[in-house]
């Protein structure tokens, strides 16, 4: 497996437009996570999934935020419009549901920076 | 919900000393807690954990132990190398029975390592 697969890696815009971002997971993991990453505030966690239904969006920071989970594997994660404090690190994670062997380990994207000028 | 805290924001050590990383949570159902180092540029990597019924593990350099009573957990790494620096994330994590996962994270610990 390739592992997660996030797009674009790099992203800049101008204040205003519209972002979407894009993520894989690794196939058989039901659980997807959005994480945003900034040096201020750290990894804060966005939204996540279980089999493709939103569970807790409670951490988006506001209705210009939003995400999608069409299929087990794609999810987008949407912007709209952009402002510069958005301007982070976007990770998207998967994982396969707790069982009786292991633990929910999380594995990262490569992560999509953003930039909004 | 959780909040885990974490302690401290940045720690800088000699080669070869021992670095230690705390973290506190507030959800008493937290049940397992991983820990990711994060090199600069890259993704979060898990690198250990522990599940609430075990109190001490052990992988080489690194240790994490664990006090369910006061809610604390901490990761020990002897011996440090250049190679450690990096940020560090202890998490918290729970799966009632019947609920869904949920992973919160610390606000990351950045450890330098000076040769």
């Known amino acids: 497996d390739a592992g997660v697969i996030q797009s674009p890696r790099h992203e800049v815009t101008e204040m205003g437009q519209e972002v979407t971002l894009r993520c894989k997971p690794i196939?058989?993991?039901?659980?997807l996570f959005w994480y945003r990453q900034t040096m201020m505030r750290g990894l804060e966690l966005l939204i996540y999934?279980?089999?493709?239904?939103?569970?807790?969006d409670s951490g988006m920071p506001e209705d210009r935020f939003s995400a999608k989970m069409p299929n087990a594997s794609f999810s987008t994660l949407k912007i709209q419009p952009s402002e510069p404090r958005d301007s982070a690190v976007y990770f998207c994670?998967?994982?396969?549901?707790?069982?009786?062997?292991?633990?929910?380990?999380?594995?990262f994207g490569a992560g999509s920076r953003l930039t909004v000028l | 919900g959780e909040n885990v805290e974490q302690h401290p924001s940045t720690l800088s050590v000699q080669e070869g000393d021992s670095a230690v990383i705390k973290c506190t949570y507030s959800?008493?159902?937290?049940?397992?807690f991983p820990w990711y180092k994060q090199e600069l540029g890259k993704r979060p990597q898990l690198i250990i954990d522990?599940?609430?019924?075990?109190g001490e593990k052990k992988d080489q350099r690194i240790a994490v132990t664990l006090n369910k009573t006061a809610k604390h957990f901490s990761l020990h790494i002897t011996e440090t190398q250049p190679e450690d620096s990096a940020v560090y994330f202890c998490a918290a994590s729970r799966v009632p029975p019947g609920g869904y996962q949920k992973v919160t994270f610390g606000t990351g610990t950045k450890l330098q390592v000076i040769p």
């Open positions: 959800d008493s159902a937290s049940n397992y």
């Open positions: 999934f279980n089999n493709n239904v939103p569970i807790d």
């Open positions: 196939s058989g993991h039901d659980y």
């Open positions: 522990i599940r609430s019924n075990v």
């Open positions: 994670a998967s994982s396969i549901a707790w069982g009786g062997t292991g633990a929910n380990v999380l594995t």
